[in-house]
């Protein structure tokens, strides 16, 4: 039987719990209980849980702040059921969530699963662009949209299931704050376990709201990349510094211009642009999403190329720990 448990780890985010509470109440399928850690937000959010008491079998649970990871881990332990289906609090599922879910696992033997995210029709325009850059098969390779350009297969946390015996015998999420979601997928391979993509259980994910927040989390993103790399050797991939590579092409290109005053660098970049121009305008329907979308992949190529970059040179060449050169991508102990 394939029960599940769906947790949520949420720091002060009241209106976007309440939009995920109200998708999960809509399910078809109702067998399924929901968890919610409190990782000691700033605001009491116990009135927006009370609201859904009725349409769903819900446990509130408030701790100390230690961050995502470990507030996933607390409430693993108080889960009931035989699957634990991890979503981040700013996501909005379909209403045949759980049933595609459930039906997936009758004909699959993996041990951990996870699906795409994607814009919501409710998005604004700039939600929809940084949506876009992230599942683009430009920027990520398309990897966390679509299954065909999947090969092995990394859950995130936005969208994860882990059988709880398997999470339970890896220990559940590390004390990465940053990167702890394929880092808990590079430990199941690790440790024998199998991970699988579902197609058919996308989720609506808001992400960030604005160009600012979005670099700083994709700057993060590429800072924890050469610490997953530290961690998990044998699943390093030249792909992983494409970013960089990226970002120090494109200063070439400048210098080539104006030193030698050649662009063919330059143009490079220029039908780059163009491409992602008229694939996003194909994908979207929207001129302005489109438009928006080389602000957002630009940003994305270079926040995480310069993340990747910084990270790489500290923990290989000036040989620093991970925990001392970025003491904020690890849990509070």
Sequence with gaps: M???????????????????????????DKDFEVII????????????????SESLTIEFFRKD????????????RRAKNDWLVFVDSDVIVENDYIHNIKKNLESSNCDAFGGADKAHKGFNLMQKAISYSMTSVFTTGGVRGSKK????????????????????????????????????????????????????????HKRRVDFGKFSKQVYQFGCARPILNQRHPNYVKISFAFPSLFMIGYILGFIEYFVLGKGFILAV???????????????????????????????????????????????????????EAFPRHFHKN
Excluded: C
């Design 149 to 204: 350009s999947v090969t092995k297969f990394q859950p995130r946390s936005f969208n994860m299931g882990v059988r709880k015996s398997a999470f339970e015998k890896v220990g559940g999420f590390s004390e990465m704050r940053i990167g702890e979601d394929p880092d808990l997928s590079m430990t199941l391979w690790e440790n024998g376990f199998t991970t699988e993509f579902f197609d058919n259980i996308g989720v609506y």
């Design 2 to 28: 394939n029960s599940i448990s769906i947790i949520i780890a949420i720091y002060n985010r009241r209106d976007e719990l309440f939009e995920l509470l109200n998708s999960l109440s809509r399910q078809t």
């Design 37 to 52: 850690v409190d990782d000691g937000s700033l605001i009491d959010l116990r009135p927006t849980v009370d609201l859904f």
């Design 269 to 323: 970049y220029g039908l780059y642009t163009f491409l992602v121009f008229f694939h996003a305008l194909y994908q979207t329907k929207n001129i302005s999403i489109a438009s928006m979308a080389i602000i957002s992949t630009y940003i994305q190529m270079f926040s995480y190329g310069y993340g990747f970059l910084k990270s790489w040179f500290l923990l290989n060449i000036l040989r620093m720990k991970p925990e």
């Design 65 to 76: 702040n230690s961050g995502p990871g470990l507030s996933r881990n607390y409430g693993a």
